[in-house]
Structures are given as structure tokens and as C-alpha cells.
């Protein structure tokens, strides 16, 4: 069986940004490349593996109960693009997959609308297979175990969360099942899950934010300076107060609250954290709301960072009732099923795109709020560093 086995398998993120790309960019053009932060070795042939599990997932469609279940849950999504991807179809020729001196190397490029579809798919496959060639299983008794305490003590401390977990899942059996375990045992605090099909499937609210790419887009586009407040614009522009929760790191968290405005923290209802001392964001976002005179006590952040249930809780305590505060919670939930076995650390980002097929290519850079973290040429972030003023 094939690892991805429907059109819902992936993140809400994904279907909500191709849509804002389908109604304002229909005609942009976007390259994504895979990166593996940890540098990983992969097993001789692994490419090809891949390349097979692609090339089956041109065989997925929207099925009738999909569709029924995008309308009812997802309202802000008009007919016009549930129709489209009714049609949908993946194209494994916009993927290329290669190795180089062990390393895996992966690039999908093609219309954005349609490119952007390929990255948490990707991932997931890359994740699951991984594990499966190089012999690592689970752990059954452990990783429920794990996941039962895990949803108690959230529950316990009052944390809210979604499970962020479908990029780097362990595998698709896994997710499924730690899913269904916190629906269970954490009922009162469990928001919901960022996986379409796990949410079609137990019955859970589906959630989810908008994505690095946005930013980047608007950033190659229109230039740095403008990226976050040009993506927060069209954002509105498209899903008038749906989906208010904005990403702050994309150009470090210090620009982005340069550029966030009055209007921009009465509209969107929450901020991301992805990256950096998540004590210290709260502290510069409440400042900032202060300054702005808006009341941080009706705001919340989402923090996304390589969370674990210790450090969500800290978190919260942190914020106390001077903000609000919630979490979305990935690769710990969806990838701890052994003691010895250690998720992995890999991404798809935006290196490249352009306003339409006959224009030059732009390049698309991430600046995180740690070093580790930023992706593009080291030209393209040293140009964006010193537009912003980071150097």
C-alpha cells in the first residue's frame, strides 16, 4: 500500500494557500527544495523509492464524502476551488528526486497553486520511508503509552493544542493512532489536528495557520521591506478575518512587529512563534499590542516550535493570563515511539518563484529567528539581511 492514500492527506495550511495563490497569483510559478537540517546519510536507491511513491499518488482523487466534508468544515473555501480539486490530479513530472554523495535531493516546481500541494506529502513520505528501509519500528506499548500521559498531563495543566504532526510522522499507522488517542484522553483541551484526512476520519476540528511560503512569496515579489505587511494584506484580501493567525519569523520576529500595524492587530486574531526563545516573543508581543492599544488579554499566540508537553506547559504558565496562549504540537506526538529513535529534521521551503512563466526567476530566502533555521543562497541572505537592516 501506498504511503499517501488521499487528496486529504495533508495539512489544512496547504489547501488554504493554494487558494489564496489561485485567486490572486494565478499565473506564479514557485520551486520548492527539500532540506535536511541534520544532513542525514540516506540508503543507496532511496531515491527511487521515492520517485515510486510519487509517481502512485497520481492515482488520488477527491472522493464524494471528501468533498462533503470540505464544504461543511471548511466555509471559507469557495465551490470554485472544492471543484478544482475535484479535477485535481498530482503530476509527478513537476518532482525531481536525485541523490548526491548520500544525500537526498528533492525540487517540485511548477504553478504554485499546484506545486504547494507536493510539500507536506513529500515530507511525510520521505519520513515514513526512512524508517521503514532502514529497519526502525515501533515500539507499540511505548508510543501509546507515551501518548496517553502525554494528552493527560496537557489536560491536567489546562493546555490547549492541535497535533502538528503529519510533516515528520513516524508513519501514517502512527499519526492515525495518536490521533485517536488524544481525541479520547484529552477531550477537554485537544483543539484539533492540521491533517485533513485524520480529522475527516475521527471526527476533530481541523486547524491550522498560514505558512513561511506566503511571506517568502511576498518578499521575493515585492521586496523585503514589504513582505509581511504585502502577505498580511492579501491574506485579508482573500479570507476576510477566516484564518487570523500570522506568522512573525519569517524576516525575524523584530521586523515583522516593525511592520505589524493597528489594523493588523485588530484583524488577525493570533500570532505564530516558530523559532527563538519563546519567553522573550511573549514579552515583545504584548509590548507591541500595548503600544498599539490593543489588549493583548483578547490575543493569543500559537507556538510551534519544537515543542514537547514540559515546555508547553512552562509556556503557558509564562504567559499566565497576560495573553493567550495555545499550541501546536508536531514531531513529539507523531514520532515518539521508541526511546532510541529520533524524529527527523527535514523541510520543503520556497527558493524560487516568479509572477509568471515567461518572467525571470526571484529568489525566495527565510529568515528565522535562529541562524540554523534560514534557507536560500548566502548571497540572497545577506542581500535580505542588509535591506532589513540586520547586519
Given at each position: 500500500m501506498s504511503i499517501i492514500n488521499s487528496v486529504l492527506d495533508t495539512d489544512l495550511y496547504k489547501f488554504t494557500t493554494s487558494y489564496a495563490y489561485s485567486k490572486l497569483f494565478p499565473r506564479a510559478f514557485g520551486e520548492f527544495e527539500f532540506v535536511d537540517r541534520s544532513n542525514d546519510d540516506y540508503p543507496d536507491g532511496f531515491d527511487k523509492l521515492v520517485k515510486e511513491e510519487l509517481k502512485s499518488m497520481e492515482d488520488l482523487f477527491l472522493?464524494?464524502?471528501?468533498?462533503?466534508?470540505?464544504k461543511k468544515n471548511l466555509p471559507y473555501l469557495p465551490p470554485t476551488y472544492i471543484d478544482f480539486l475535484k479535477g485535481f490530479r498530482f503530476d509527478s513530472s513537476e518532482v525531481k528526486v536525485w541523490m548526491e554523495d548520500k544525500k537526498l535531493k528533492i525540487k517540485a516546481t511548477g504553478l504554485l497553486y499546484r506545486v504547494t500541494l507536493w510539500e507536506t506529502p513529500i515530507l511525510a513520505t520521505v519520513s515514513e520511508l526512512y524508517f521503514k528501509v532502514t529497519g526502525q519500528t515501533v515500539d507499540t506499548s511505548y508510543m501509546e503509552q507515551s501518548a496517553i500521559e502525554k494528552a493527560k498531563l496537557l489536560t491536567e495543566n489546562n493546555v490547549n493544542y492541535s497535533l502538528f504532526g503529519m510533516r515528520r510522522r513516524f508513519s501514517f499507522e502512527v499519526e492515525d493512532r495518536v490521533t485517536k488517542l488524544l481525541k479520547k484522553h484529552s477531550q477537554k483541551n485537544y483543539f484539533g489536528t492540521s491533517n485533513m484526512y485524520m480529522a475527516f476520519k475521527h471526527n476533530v476540528k481541523v486547524s491550522g495557520t498560514h505558512p513561511h511560503e506566503w511571506i517568502q512569496f511576498h518578499g521575493s515579489i515585492y521586496g523585503?521591506?514589504?513582505?509581511?505587511?504585502m502577505s498580511m494584506e492579501n491574506w485579508i484580501n482573500v479570507?476576510?478575518?477566516?484564518?487570523?493567525?500570522?506568522?512573525?519569523?519569517?524576516?525575524?520576529?523584530?521586523?515583522?512587529?516593525?511592520?505589524?500595524?493597528k489594523?493588523?492587530?485588530?484583524?488577525?486574531?493570533?500570532?505564530?512563534?516558530?523559532?527563538?526563545?519563546?519567553?522573550?516573543?511573549?514579552?515583545?508581543?504584548?509590548?507591541?499590542?500595548?503600544?498599539?492599544?490593543?489588549?493583548?488579554?483578547i490575543k493569543y499566540i500559537v507556538f510551534s516550535d519544537s515543542l514537547n508537553v514540559e515546555k508547553a506547559i512552562a509556556?503557558?504558565?509564562?504567559?499566565?493570563?497576560?495573553?493567550?496562549?495555545?499550541?501546536?504540537?508536531?514531531?513529539?506526538?507523531?514520532?515518539?515511539?521508541?526511546?532510541?529513535?529520533?524524529g527527523m529534521n527535514i523541510v520543503m521551503k520556497l527558493f524560487r518563484c516568479k509572477m509568471t512563466e515567461k518572467e525571470a526567476w526571484h529568489e525566495c530566502v527565510k529568515l528565522s529567528d535562529v541562524e540554523g533555521k534560514h534557507t536560500g543562497s548566502k548571497h540572497e541572505i545577506h542581500l535580505a539581511q542588509e535591506t532589513l537592516g540586520l547586519i
Open positions: 472522493t464524494s464524502d471528501e468533498e462533503q466534508f470540505l523585503y521591506k514589504m513582505a509581511n505587511y479570507y476576510d478575518g477566516d484564518l487570523g493567525t500570522v506568522l512573525t519569523d519569517t524576516y525575524t520576529t523584530e521586523i515583522f512587529l516593525r511592520n505589524f500595524s489594523k493588523h492587530a485588530a484583524l488577525f486574531t493570533s500570532l505564530r512563534h516558530d523559532s527563538g526563545d519563546p519567553m522573550e516573543f511573549v514579552d515583545k508581543v504584548i509590548k507591541r499590542y500595548e503600544e498599539l492599544r490593543v489588549n493583548p488579554q509556556i503557558k504558565e509564562y504567559c499566565g493570563d497576560r495573553i493567550g496562549a495555545s499550541f501546536g504540537i508536531g514531531t513529539n506526538l507523531t514520532n515518539d515511539v521508541d526511546k532510541n529513535i529520533k
